[in-house]
């Protein structure tokens, strides 16, 4: 199996999937495609690179970052591992624009939150999930003045 | 066809409520969620403060992203705080939504550049030596003008709000938002353009920050324009203050009360920068 040419080809579609959630609008079907489809058919394909490759890593394992390591000495398991972080941060971005849409958030402001969550996953999810909180620490405006 | 309908519903709400009606709470939100993601950055750039030893302009490379974020979520904040003198109408107009948006988005790309800046170890103000960053200082230049028009916006519909109550409160926050924007697009302007100063912000003395004064960071050797871009923007929250004051303890003067501040707050912008352009500090440390 061709590891670099299945990089690409799940960069490409999920680089696709983010600037269809940024900038397009939340058209029923296409949110249904990339929760449905490409999500599930990344994780499908990590799970298939988990089965055939995972256990032949000599020293590998999640419990020393030096095993961490020996996992992705692995090219199958490096890219199982990317096609991990492609496959999350998508379903993270796509929960973070339905509470966004939810809440009613503009999408100049989901932009940027989302281009986090895009470039580093959790710093996205930091930033909306403080975000979204903020409105409750804010008390409501004072009457009548 | 079941297995097809299954499929398509992706369990996506509806937009909210606040982002379809005019609702009058929408601007304020809006604002808030600006504030909370500078409060998100502001978190982490001040544990990354304490383990990064980059240094620029010889002093710790997350000093400024934390400037940053502490004076655009007070910016932000003080447009909540005198937003309640709007008149629902005004609260619900597209001018007052888009301008919060406006500057909303603009702090957002401000914190976000300087701080990407900041993780590569670079500087943001005035670094225009490779495209991609002559573009980023660029960018943050159009978002700056952002900022202050949606302050101005909000002065200028105060004041087309007119109101009897609170008048002083009134009167300061439309001198304060209006003359504070118009000042610090003046000030910043020049801070920026370089036309004065070769090297931005500093004329005379130690050309950097570690001699600054502490937090403020301005020279204590030469002079530095960074004053009287700092005494512009602060009108916008100083002439409201003084306004309120002057609601409670001396209700039949407000007028003058806040006139006398306005006329004394641009003096002390102009002293500023015309000490700086002498090339004297602020204060000698």
Known sequence: ?145 | MALLAHFVSADHPRPGVFAQSGSPDLARCVLIFGIGFQIAMLGTSAIAYAFDERLVNAINIWTKPLKFQISLSLHMLTMIWLMPLLSESWLRSRSIRWSATAVAFAAMFETAYIVLQSARGRGSHYIVQTPPEAAGYAAMGVGSVALVLGSFILGFAIWRTGGRAHPGFRLGAILGLTIGSVLTLVTAGILSSGRLIESGRWIAGLKNDASGLPLLGWSTTGGDYRVAHFFSTHIMQALPLLGLTADRLLPSKVRLVVGVGALGSVAVVAATFMQARSGLPFLAW
Do not use: K
Not at chain 1, 52 to 61: D, K, P, T, W
Not at chain 1, 73 to 96: C, E, K, Q, R, T
């Open chain 1, 1 to 145: 199996m061709d590891f670099h040419f299945l990089f690409l080809l799940c960069n490409q579609i999920v680089l696709v999937s983010w600037l269809v959630l940024i900038a397009l609008p939340r058209w029923p079907l296409v949110i249904a495609t990339m929760r449905n489809g490409i999500i599930l058919l990344l994780s499908l394909l990590y799970a298939v690179l988990m089965f055939v490759y995972f256990f032949r890593v000599e020293g590998g394992g999640f419990g020393s970052l030096e095993a961490v390591r020996a996992l992705f000495s692995s090219d199958p398991v490096l890219l199982g591992g990317w096609v991990h972080y492609l496959a999350f941060d998508l379903f993270v971005g796509l929960w973070v624009a339905a509470r966004a849409d939810e809440i009613g958030m503009s999408r100049f402001l989901q932009g940027p939150i989302l281009l986090l969550t895009f470039m580093f996953g959790p710093a996205g999810l930091l930033a909306f999930e403080i975000m979204r909180r903020s409105r409750q620490v804010f008390p409501p405006p004072p009457e009548g003045i």
